[in-house]
């Protein structure tokens, strides 16, 4: 197991532990509801965003129980996105993460609820993080909510993504999407960690475009994903873009040339760690890992 | 103007002006999403949640700048449930506070996206309030995510409630879903304005007991104004409860009964106040009011 492997099995066993902890048992009441949660949560995701919380923070000497809420908070409104995004009236999608969506094993509206919630709960779970200074919570929270909400965050990137369907949208437009949708939730990621280990003040600026050109590589690679890929390598449906008629990179520029720009991308993200004086094989591995996913 | 009346126009006033400032405009991209929160948002409603943390606030002292934004949240969390709760999935309605629901004015994708980022606005017009200590903000993002979260507030009633339809639900089960769905948020407004007023600790209890049982109040006359109101007098769908085949405080026990009820659970109210030694007529004001709507 490489030293990235073992970093990234572990982070799964710390943040999963985590979430455990904060969201209430499936014998709690409303059980439907937590059964709900727990279905899409514990569902064998990756916990790239988490993982990145924890690279980072411990790139900047953040010890790993300071770290922990807040990537866990992460994968509470990723997960809650992802439950929303594959409603009937959004993607209208059966299948994530390898089994049935939120909404399909339960219904739309506990699966609606479900989301609702999980954002509530990512909240309060940093709001309630007693191992950080309230100073930190408060500016964790709002970095969070910045980079899910609008105008410079998820929701109003999956907003635009939705009208964008069955358009013709130009490359700088799809860039937007991404960099709203997917970049911007895993650009907090990567600056969450930096404040936590309190480096956010000193290399605010390189860490955050670190973190906000792996978002790009990563839906860019997503992208790729979806074309080459099976709806069962994938756990979801596949060639999904190319359904909705949504313009992609490869859509505009082919498999090929979105590879390459992929691998360009890997290397502006790295390039950007430069003014980082601190150990940096974590990151760099974790954008190699990244680009990898497609090759 | 009654004094209580000119409180809660003023309140309007402002809480209105701070929602203004606090969500994107209308000519923001995305557009769409941004019309849609304010379709909703700004429909006339009666600010009843922001009312009562200014009231609470003033009775502890607290100064108007500080109660704002915590207001404007409540109002951005009460209204995201709204626009949700009428989705077809869930109360399927076409009408609210007089006009077209969120997802019949737009659609639904964005209906969902519009109610998905008000909650995340809402957490970070708390985070981001200059006006209050961190330490006070953590607090006040607790309470508001508790009491809209699970298991014990908003989000786990309204699951109760879309569970309970078409059941013979029990009384106590009705009173806990108030307690959860309506309740718990109103609750969270008094105990809001209490903290902000550095209150809270001396008189926490009394000012939360108010609360709790002015937000059973406030949903059991609410019951009631279904059953005797017609839809234009509601600005939302009469009889509703009846239509869901919805177990209420009117189905079990006749209207005549409730609203002996409703005036018993007003007497109930003003006797929690007993504990604090401070001016607490326009605490008393309010629960007369809400009883009044529906004599």
Same mark, same amino acid.
């Given at each position: ?81 992802? @439950? ?13 993460? /390898? ?12 699966? @609606? ?31 969070? =909510? ?37 970049? =911007? ?29 792996? /978002? ?30 949504? =313009? ?27 003014? @980082? ?19």
């Amino acid at each position: 197991m490489s030293e990235l492997d073992e970093f990234l099995s572990e982070s799964v066993r710390i943040v999963d532990g985590s979430l455990d902890k904060l969201i209430p048992s499936a014998e709690t009441a409303p059980m439907r509801l937590h059964e709900a949660i727990r279905w899409s949560l514990f569902a064998g995701g990756k916990r790239f965003r988490p993982a990145l919380v924890f690279a980072v923070g411990r790139t900047f000497d953040a010890p790993m129980e300071k770290l922990v809420r807040t990537a866990a908070a992460v994968e509470m409104i990723h997960t809650y996105s992802l @439950i929303h995004d594959d409603l009937p009236s959004m993607d209208n999608d059966d299948l994530r993460r /390898g089994r049935l969506t939120c909404h399909k094993k339960f219904d739309e509206a506990t699966a @609606i609820l479900a989301g609702d919630v999980l954002e509530t709960l990512a909240f309060q779970a940093v709001a309630e993080d007693a191992s950080l200074s309230p100073d930190m919570r408060v500016i964790l929270i709002a970095e969070l =909510a910045k980079a899910a909400g609008t105008p410079a965050g998820m929701v109003a990137g999956q907003q635009l993504d939705l009208e964008a369907e069955g358009k013709d949208a130009p490359i700088a437009e799809i860039e937007k999407i991404h960099r709203l949708k997917t970049g =911007a939730l895993i650009a907090a990621c990567g600056r969450a960690g930096a404040i936590i280990g309190e480096g956010y003040t000193v290399e605010a600026h390189a860490i955050s475009e670190y973190a906000a050109n792996l /978002g790009l590589l990563f839906q860019v690679t997503d992208d790729i994903l979806d074309v080459t890929q099976t709806t069962e390598d994938l756990g979801k449906t596949a060639q999904k873009d190319i359904a909705a008629n949504k =313009a992609t990179y490869p859509s505009v520029f082919g498999i090929e040339e979105t590879k390459a720009l992929a691998r360009r991308l890997c290397d502006e993200t790295i390039l950007k760690l430069e003014p @980082i004086d601190r150990p940096k094989k974590l990151l760099v591995d974790i954008a190699v890992h990244i680009l990898e996913r497609c090759s």
